[in-house]
């Protein structure tokens, strides 16, 4: 059973473009959370995402946007991007009153 | 809001010997709380999680944490450092077991373990 899966792994963006992140959930979950761990700080919560809607966000602008797919699978789109948006994102996916799992993150660098 | 205070941004052990991460939390609900390890270039994992139930919780690979309510603490421990644990911690907060519930996370605290 594939975990929860990001890709890319890796990108560098140039200041003020935009960025597409992408996120499949562990088999069997319905609800998508994306975090934002900078260097040295601990995860943040941006939004997270049931039946295709965002249920829940953080305290991110709106420059931060995600969506949903039927699959469950989710993207987190960042435009305009600034220097301080350099993190790595997690996602991260659950089921009802279960936990969090964690994928491996995309280390996102603007320059 | 909830808060969680991480003591010691860098903790290092021997070999074999207690190891012992510090955390607080602030919450104005009946908190549940929980320890996650991340592993360099890797996501995060659970450890252990408190959910109301027995304040002393065990873990994976040797673990636990013990809730304290007057002291408003959740620490991590485990009674012999293995070098496999040197890692970065996170003692997060949430207010409901859900997996829909938010988690707010401290700062994290780095271990390494000393041969």
């Known amino acids: 059973d594939a975990g929860v899966t990001q890709s890319p792994t890796h990108l560098i963006k140039t200041r003020g473009q935009q960025v597409t992140l992408r996120c499949s959930p562990k088999?069997?979950?319905?609800?998508v959370s994306w975090y934002q761990q900078a260097l040295g700080q601990g995860p943040q919560f941006i939004f997270q995402?049931?039946?295709?809607?965002?249920?829940q966000r953080g305290n991110f602008p709106d420059r931060f946007s995600g969506h949903q797919f039927p699959n469950y699978s989710s993207e987190l789109n960042v435009n305009a991007l600034l220097l301080g948006d350099s993190a790595l994102y997690l996602c991260?996916?659950?089921?009802?009153?279960?936990?969090?799992?964690f994928g491996p993150g995309t280390r996102l660098t603007v320059t | 809001a909830q808060s969680v205070t991480q003591l010691g941004s860098h903790v290092s052990v021997s070999e074999g010997a207690l190891v012992l991460l510090r955390c607080n939390y602030s919450?104005?609900?009946?908190?549940?709380l929980f320890w996650y390890v991340q592993y360099p270039n890797q996501g995060l994992q659970l450890l252990l999680k408190?959910?109301?139930?027995?304040?002393l919780v065990k873990g994976i690979n040797g673990f636990e944490a013990e809730f304290k309510k007057s002291e408003t603490s959740f620490h991590l421990t485990k009674p012999s450092a293995h070098m496999s644990d040197a890692a970065e911690y996170f003692c997060?907060?949430?207010?409901?077991?859900?997996?829909?519930?938010?988690?707010?996370f401290g700062k994290g605290t780095r271990l390494s373990v000393i041969a």
């Open positions: 991260a996916s659950s089921l009802a009153t279960y936990e969090q799992y």
């Open positions: 088999s069997g979950h319905d609800t």
């Open positions: 995402y049931y039946e295709e809607e965002e249920r």
């Open positions: 919450s104005s609900v009946p908190p549940y």
């Open positions: 408190y959910t109301s139930a027995a304040t």
């Open positions: 997060a907060v949430s207010e409901g077991n859900s997996g829909n519930t938010p988690l707010v």
